[in-house]
């Protein structure tokens, strides 16, 4: 990936910083308000990133869309995440993904929950879709699951 903000630094930075910013905005936003600021600064994040790649509206299986975003967050681009899979049930869409960025250093049982990350991805779906939709967390690598796991489910 080709750095574009930093020619010294590149473009990223470290997991421990950002788990400054998270716990710092918890500490004076409380737990609420700063998981419906990370869902919603993942969302933007999420819309973004599907109109570079060219996404938006457009018509591809969830194995290419997968391939795509995999690509570009994974290892071998902004390394959010690991996303292994998306499945559409209905209306409603399931998003595996692992070694996120939110649940990275938590101790095992942590009630972390991957709010940024879940925004993202919920970005990219509504992007490609066109529709809203409700995401929540249903499984949690910090909780004993192989994967952090994601639902999203259509609004109106």
Known sequence: MQSTLRPELTDFNSIVCLKAIITGMEEALRDKATAISLVAAGRVRGKQLAESLGLAGASLSLEDLTNKVSQTLGKDGTRLLILDKIEQEGDNYKVYTRETVCSAGEP?????????????????????????????????????????????????
Request: hydrophobic fraction near 35%; proline fraction near 4%; aromatic fraction near 8%.
């Open 108 to 156: 095992n049982g942590s009630p972390r929950q991957c709010t940024f990350t879940l925004g993202a991805v919920q970005g990219v779906l509504e992007a490609v879709t066109g529709k809203r939709f409700r995401g929540k967390q249903v499984a949690s690598v910090l909780r004993g699951d192989t994967h952090d796991v994601f639902e999203y489910a259509p609004i109106g």
